[in-house]
């Protein structure tokens, strides 16, 4: 069974910290997504990364995957109040299908 | 509309009962994802289309989940003899093309079985 856990699973902290989350598994993945969900609605994807060590930058989000395509890190600087939400990570094993991360809530305190 | 609709937003039913779960994906998406989500964690995958075919149903939770899609478009996942287990928010996703182009996501259907 292909598993994806993240880490921290809860995250509260201050308007303006930075923090990073993690996504890891033991296996390769071809390509990795993270997406933010936040109540009632669908997630929603914020980057896709495909090639190891890949970087991305999405104004205050910083992305990584892993060397291995095996892991992967969400770093956001000067947390906002309007980044609060669920933040999930998703690894394509193959072609067609993603397999999810755990999850990791996070809440922003003005 | 132009995002994925799914019907209805919340349905609370007793345990034992059938229920059917509507997904209206993006027009022209010929890829369509049924997962569950509980308490807020992750997705599970439950099921893929590529139109009315699904290659992949090997995250059904039992031969009591069965999900068809017709005429490329609108799929119906049918939950039979609910069970309290199966109490969880079901998201629907379409995409243009399998694979991985970008999932859209539907708001979910929030079930719950007393």
């Known amino acids: 069974t292909q598993l994806l856990e993240q880490s921290p699973q809860f995250l509260s902290i201050q308007e303006g910290e930075n923090l990073t989350v993690y996504c890891n598994s033991s296996?390769?993945?071809?390509?990795l997504q993270w997406y933010r969900q936040e109540p009632g609605e669908g997630p929603v994807l914020l980057v896709t990364?495909?090639?190891?060590?890949e970087v991305k930058k999405l104004k205050r989000l910083t992305f990584q995957f892993g060397d291995a395509r095996k892991d992967s890190s969400l770093h956001i600087t000067a947390a906002q109040p309007g980044d609060t939400g669920l933040y999930l990570c998703?690894?394509?094993?193959?072609?067609?299908?993603?397999?999810f991360g755990t999850g990791t809530r996070l809440k922003v305190l003005a | 509309g132009a995002g994925v609709s799914q019907s209805p937003s919340n349905k609370v039913t007793e345990k034992g009962k059938d229920v059917e779960l509507r997904c209206d994906p993006i027009?022209?998406?010929?890829?369509l994802y049924w997962y569950r989500q509980s308490l807020g964690q992750g997705l599970e995958f439950l099921i893929y289309?590529?139109?009315?075919?699904?290659?992949?149903k090997s995250g059904l939770p039992s031969d009591r989940f069965s999900a068809e899609r017709t005429g490329g478009s609108v799929s119906t996942l049918t939950i039979q003899r609910t069970q309290q287990e199966d109490s969880a928010v079901y998201l629907c996703?379409?995409?243009?093309?399998?694979?991985?182009?970008?999932?859209?996501f539907g708001p979910g259907t929030r079930l719950t079985v007393l």
């Open positions: 296996s390769v993945f071809s390509s």
């Open positions: 289309f590529q139109g009315n075919s699904a290659p992949d």
């Open positions: 990364v495909v090639t190891g060590g």
């Open positions: 996703a379409s995409s243009l093309n399998p694979g991985t182009d970008t999932q859209y």
């Open positions: 998703a690894g394509a094993p193959g072609t067609y299908k993603y397999i």
């Open positions: 027009s022209g998406h010929t890829a």
